[in-house]
Structure formats: C-alpha cells, structure tokens
C-alpha cells in the first residue's frame, strides 16, 4: 500500500472482527482487556507528562472502548476518539452515558479525519493499534497531517524480539491467558528503528522512546528503560503552536 497518501482501506477486517468480539466486555478491568486497564495509567502519565492536557486538543486514533479517550478527558483535554469496529464505538459511547465524561466518538479512518482537520490537533494518541493494521506508515501521515506546528503524537506498540514474542504472545496469551488468543501476530510487531524511519518520513521528530512493562502481579504497568517488549514513543511535529 501507498505509504505517502491517504488510504481509506487500511484495516483489517479480521483484527475489527476480533476486537469488536470483545467490545461487551471492555469496561470489565477483569475481562478480556485486563491488561489493557492496567496499562492506561502508565499509558497517560506518558503523555501528560509531554504535553500540557487541560484545554489541549487531543485526538485518539484506535480508541478501542475508550479507556485512554476517558482518561485524557478527565485530565482537561478536548477529546476525538475514532475507530473502525462499530461495536466499540458504541460500547464507548455507552460507556459515556454512564460516565458522563464527554468524548466526540466517530466511527472513522484516521485518514479521511487529516483530510477534513489538517493542522487541528495538539496531540495525538496511537496505542496498541500499529501492530493490527496493514501499512503503520500511513497512519502515522495521517497523524503527522493532523497536528498543529509543535503538536506530538505518542503512541505504543510491541517490539519483533525474542523477548517480546516469549512475553506478548507465549506468556500473556497462552500460559497466564492475560489476553485471548490470537491478539497478536509476531509479524506484526515494530522494531523502534522501524518506527522512527516512518516517524521521519512523516516529517516529525522523534523525542522519546521509553519501554512499557506489565507487571501481572500487581496488575499494574510502569514506564521503564527497556524497550524490548512493549514501548512507548513520542514525536513531534517542527515549528511553534500552542502544544510546543
């Protein structure tokens, strides 16, 4: 697929599938996506860390359920959240009803998004979402249009190691059963270098990266040094606005 453009067919129908299987049970931080609650504190601390939320403009691209969208909101931030799977968009949107934490949800490619709002955002959240979709590269264009002058986009993934493919998919999937089965494809993980070549090419910079590890027994997620298995990325867009 073309890397350079917007490329509205960028998904898996397969990975939407899988993941909207598990959209009743999302809100369950015993469910399914066990993990993935325990991951979203360590996930915004990253963030808010980097980039100032309250009043911010932020819009998060594979929302899933809205873990994360909820957690920005509730730090200040102005929040768009899209996905592909409907029936995580109305899990998210249901959930809003309940929490009464206001995100604007749509069901929506990122791509068609930087066509409409070029330049809108201050930053922009991609977790566990580069690894389930055909050509990353174009997404993280995508991103890369959407981003005010000084805006950042972070986003996380899973690193093509040993280490990775033991823990991710043979521990986490397998043996401890913290995720179902068929979650990840080794293939599909991303190599840090992998990453900051698409990130440049999209023409941002490259911050930060910062490993991200589970710690089941505590189920609990903290910011590391490593990054051979799960990582955290931030970059940002060159010039002056109101995320710099």
């Known amino acids: 697929m073309d890397s350079t453009g917007a490329n509205n067919d960028n998904f898996s129908q397969a990975e939407l599938d ?12 015993q469910g399914p996506q066990k993990a993935l609650h325990a991951l979203n504190p360590a996930r915004l601390g990253y963030v808010a860390a ?3 939320l309250p009043g911010a403009t932020v819009l998060d691209v594979g929302c899933g359920g809205g873990l994360l ?21 109305r899990i ?3 959930h809003r009803l309940e929490s009464g934490v206001e995100v604007d949800y749509r069901l929506s490619p990122v791509e ?27 997404i993280l264009m995508a991103c890369a249009t959407l981003l005010k002058p000084g805006g950042r986009l972070f986003v996380s993934t899973l690193n093509r ?11 986490a999937e397998y043996i401890a ?16 270098s992998e990453l900051a070549a698409w990130l440049r090419a999209a023409g941002l910079d ?6 991200l590890m589970y710690e089941p027994w505590r189920n609990a997620a903290r910011v590391i040094s490593r990054t051979d298995v799960n990582y955290l990325a931030c970059a940002v867009k060159p010039g002056t606005g109101n995320a710099a």
């Not at 969208?69 to 968009?89: F, H, N, R, Y």
């Not at 059963?177 to 840090?192: A, D, N, S």
């Not at 490259?206 to 490993?211: A, F, I, K, N, Q």
């Open 18 to 29: 899988k993941f909207g299987a598990l959209a009743n049970r999302w809100w369950d931080p």
């Open 50 to 52: 980097r980039t100032p």
């Open 69 to 89: 969208s909820e957690a920005l909101a509730k730090a200040g931030a102005q929040v768009t959240a899209i996905d592909l799977a409907p029936e995580l968009i």
């Open 92 to 94: 998210a949107k249901l």
């Open 112 to 138: 068609t998004l930087a066509e409409e709002q070029p330049g809108r955002y201050d930053a922009i959240t991609c977790m566990e979402m580069l690894e389930h979709v055909p050509d990353p590269a174009a």
């Open 161 to 171: 190691t040993p280490a990775a493919f033991a823990l991710a998919i043979v521990g």
């Open 177 to 192: 059963g913290l995720l179902p089965k068929g979650t990840h494809q080794y293939r599909e993980f991303i190599k840090p």
């Open 206 to 211: 490259l911050e930060d990266v910062s490993g």
